[in-house]
C-alpha cells in the first residue's frame, strides 16, 4: 500500500513542479518579471521631410533586453502581452520612458513630433488614456505633437472607432492609421472618421520596382489618402528608388533603413538638430515652449 500512495504523490509534485517550471518561463511570466526589472527600453526612428531631408518627428518603438542580454522584438512579444493583458502595462511604462526623454524629444525643437504605438486594448483602458491625457498637461507641449497610431484592427467598428478618436480629439492628439493595407479596415470607416494621416506599410514600399502583382497597390492607397486629405508617413523606405517614387507620387514623409534606424533619444536629438540647420535656415527656438 505504501508504494503506490508513495509514487501517486512523488508523481503529482513532479506534475506540479513541471507546471510550475513551465509557469515561470512562459512568456506572459517574463513579460511579468520583464517589467518589474525595467527590461524595456525606448528608441526613436526619425520621421523624414523628403522635399528637405529634415528629421520632422519620430516613431516611439519600444524594446525589450531580458537580464541575460537577451533581445526579444516588439513583432514577438506585442502579441503575446496583447493576449494575456499586460500590454496596458507595456504601453504605461513607454509612456512613462517617453515623458523621461521629454528633453530631447520636444523642447526648444518647435513642431517636432512623436507617435506613439497603441493597441486596441490601450484605447478601451481609461489608465492608459489618463496617463497619456497626463503626459501631455505634464510636458505642456501642444498636444498634436503627439501622434497615437493605431492599426486597423482599432477601427473594426465604426462606433469603437468613433469613441476612440473623439476621445484622442479631446486630448488633442493626432490620430494614424498604422500599416496600412496589411489588416482589416473598411473603406468606409477611414472616410467616414476624422484621422489624421495614414501610414502606408513597407510590404507595400518595397513593391516599388518590382514586377510583382502588387506593386501597383501603393499607388492606388496612396492616391485614396490624397482623395481623403490624410498625411501620408510611407514606412520602410530603404532604397533611392523607393524614395523617388514617393516623391514623385507627392508623398511628403517617410521612415526607412535608408534615412536611420531607430535610435536613442540623444542621437535623435542630434541628428534632428543639425538636418534643421542643414536643411532649414531656422533659429533655434532653445526656451519659447515649454
Ligand atoms: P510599426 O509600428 O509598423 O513600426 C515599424 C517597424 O518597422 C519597426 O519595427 C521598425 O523598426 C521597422 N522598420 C523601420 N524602417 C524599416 C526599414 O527600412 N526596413 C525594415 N525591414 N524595417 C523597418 P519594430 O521596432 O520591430 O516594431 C514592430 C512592431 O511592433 C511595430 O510596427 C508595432 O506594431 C509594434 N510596436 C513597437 N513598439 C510598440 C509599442 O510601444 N506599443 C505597441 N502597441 N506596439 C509596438
Ligand atoms: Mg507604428
Ligand atoms: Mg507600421
Ligand atoms: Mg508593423
Redo the contacts with the bound molecule.
Keep these: 500500500v505504501l508504494v503506490p500512495v508513495g509514487l501517486i504523490a512523488g508523481g503529482l509534485i513532479s506534475v506540479a513542479v513541471l507546471l510550475f517550471l513551465r509557469n515561470q518561463s512562459s512568456m506572459p511570466s517574463l513579460l511579468k518579471a520583464g517589467l518589474r526589472k525595467n527590461e524595456f527600453f525606448v528608441v526613436y526612428?526619425p520621421i523624414v521631410e523628403l522635399k528637405t531631408g529634415a528629421w520632422v518627428g519620430a516613431?516611439?518603438?519600444?524594446r525589450w533586453r531580458r537580464d541575460n542580454g537577451e533581445m526579444i522584438?516588439?513583432?514577438t512579444f506585442?502579441p503575446i502581452a496583447e493576449d494575456s493583458g499586460q500590454?496596458c502595462e507595456?504601453?504605461m511604462r513607454?509612456l512613462e520612458l517617453i515623458e523621461r526623454d521629454a528633453a530631447q524629444l520636444f523642447y526648444g525643437h518647435k513642431g517636432f513630433f512623436l507617435s506613439i504605438?497603441?493597441?486596441a486594448q490601450d484605447f478601451a483602458n481609461p489608465l492608459v488614456i489618463e496617463k497619456l491625457d497626463s503626459m501631455v498637461k505634464h510636458l505642456r507641449i501642444a498636444p498634436d505633437r503627439i501622434h497615437v497610431?493605431a492599426?486597423e484592427r482599432v477601427f473594426m467598428d465604426l462606433e469603437t472607432t468613433r469613441r476612440n478618436v473623439a476621445r484622442m480629439r479631446e486630448i488633442g492628439v493626432k490620430v494614424s492609421i498604422?500599416?496600412f493595407g496589411t489588416g482589416y479596415s473598411s473603406l468606409s470607416h477611414l472616410a467616414s472618421v476624422e484621422l489624421d494621416a495614414l501610414k502606408i506599410d513597407?510590404v507595400f514600399v518595397q513593391t516599388v520596382g518590382t514586377n510583382s502583382v502588387t506593386s501597383s497597390v501603393i499607388g492606388h492607397i496612396i492616391a485614396m489618402a490624397q482623395g481623403l486629405k490624410l498625411k501620408i508617413i510611407a514606412?520602410?523606405?530603404?532604397t533611392e528608388e523607393q524614395a523617388a517614387y514617393l516623391r514623385q507620387q507627392g508623398v511628403e514623409l517617410v521612415?526607412?533603413?535608408?534615412y536611420s534606424k531607430?535610435i536613442d533619444a540623444v542621437t535623435l536629438r542630434a541628428g534632428a538638430s543639425s538636418g534643421m540647420d542643414r536643411n532649414r535656415d531656422e533659429v533655434p527656438e532653445s526656451t519659447k515652449e515649454k
Excluded: H, K, M, Y
Design positions: 526612428q516613431e516611439a518603438l519600444v522584438g516588439p513583432d506585442i500590454i507595456i504601453t513607454v504605438n497603441f493597441s497610431e492599426t498604422d500599416d513597407r514606412e520602410g523606405v530603404e521612415q526607412g533603413w535608408l531607430p
